[in-house]
């Protein structure tokens, strides 16, 4: 572990402070250095965007796999990292704990936990379940030592019936049970995000922004949003642009996707800048 951890993690919990910042969502140990050197004061993993570069759907990398990925970005970057930690990869608290700790162990500074079961016939875990859960994470971080912060997430715009009363409910469940930031992706209006910056206060508030979105992160600061954060959406970008120029070559026989691309040089450059560094 490298080791600067500590301050890394000290550093992670003052950006909750105040104001609001953007945590980018690398993908690969290039995307983190590039997005350091684009001066984001912190980053978090996606699994989605782990699980493309490894050719699998979201959701179907494994815990060891996941924890490799963990240790490679945070070994990439000298910035604090938070952990997409899916559901904690356990179906037991107890199991939940165990990987936590593991996850800890890769010099993570944040570790989100959604409340999602990988079961299509039942989506969700109950509030109580998923308080049990986050109880465990929260133990399981306290008796490392590692003060990592734990994010709850709530999945149930996403998974459940859409209602922004039921993720209020669900995150000031979590709040309660241990959770340092809190979490509903899927959010769309003001009214909504409002309404669970209010809910939870004084705890600070994640905001996903996955596609183009009505409001700028200084709205989003208005609103009282502390972080900002863009899940997959910067590796959908990077395979937006591979699959154009791949199916051009593919299906057309022509290279026109090739001419809108930056020179080998260009990239080699700016990580023979970053290993000076």
């Known amino acids: 572990m490298p080791a600067n951890i500590a301050e890394r993690r000290r550093i992670f919990r003052d950006l909750h402070e105040s104001g609001c910042f953007v945590i980018p969502n690398p993908w690969d140990a290039g995307s983190a250095r590039?997005?350091?050197?684009?001066?984001?004061?912190?980053?978090?993993?996606?699994?989605?965007?782990?699980?493309?570069?490894?050719?699998?759907?979201?959701?179907?990398?494994?815990?060891?796999?996941?924890?490799?990925?963990?240790?490679?970005?945070?070994?990439?970057?000298?910035?604090?990292?938070?952990?997409?930690?899916?559901?904690?990869?356990?179906?037991?608290?107890?199991?939940?704990?165990?990987?936590?700790?593991?996850?800890?162990?890769?010099?993570?500074?944040g570790v989100s936990i959604e409340d999602s079961t990988g079961d299509a016939a039942r989506p969700l875990f109950t509030i109580d379940e998923a308080v049990v859960r986050l109880r465990a994470a929260r133990r399981a971080i306290d008796e490392a030592g590692a003060d990592v912060m734990l994010v709850g997430r709530a999945e149930n715009l996403w998974l459940g019936d859409g209602n922004v009363q039921e993720s209020i409910a669900r995150l000031?469940?979590?709040?309660?049970?241990?959770?340092?930031?809190?979490?509903?992706?899927?959010?769309?209006?003001?009214?909504?995000?409002?309404?669970?910056?209010?809910?939870?206060?004084?705890?600070?508030?994640?905001?996903?922004?996955?596609?183009?979105?009505?409001?700028?992160?200084?709205?989003?600061?208005?609103?009282?949003?502390?972080?900002?954060?863009?899940?997959?959406?910067?590796a959908r970008a990077a395979w937006t642009g591979f699959l154009q120029a791949a199916r051009e070559i593919s299906e057309q026989g022509t290279f026109g996707a090739l001419s809108r691309t930056i020179s080998g040089a260009q990239i080699n450059g700016l990580f023979r800048e970053q290993c000076r560094q």
Request: net charge positive.
């Open 34 to 109: 590039y997005l350091q050197h684009l001066g984001f004061k912190a980053l978090a993993t996606t699994s989605s965007g782990c699980a493309w570069a490894l050719g699998l759907p979201d959701n179907a990398v494994g815990l060891e796999a996941m924890l490799a990925h963990l240790g490679a970005i945070v070994r990439a970057t000298t910035l604090p990292v938070n952990a997409d930690f899916e559901n904690g990869y356990g179906a037991t608290p107890r199991e939940v704990a165990r990987n936590v700790r593991l996850a800890t162990e890769t010099g993570i500074a």
């Open 172 to 234: 000031k469940a979590y709040a309660g049970a241990g959770a340092d930031c809190l979490y509903a992706p899927g959010t769309k209006t003001r009214e909504q995000i409002e309404a669970i910056v209010k809910a939870v206060a004084p705890k600070p508030v994640n905001v996903l922004v996955g596609s183009a979105a009505p409001f700028t992160l200084r709205d989003l600061e208005s609103m009282g949003v502390r972080r900002v954060s863009v899940g997959g959406a910067l």
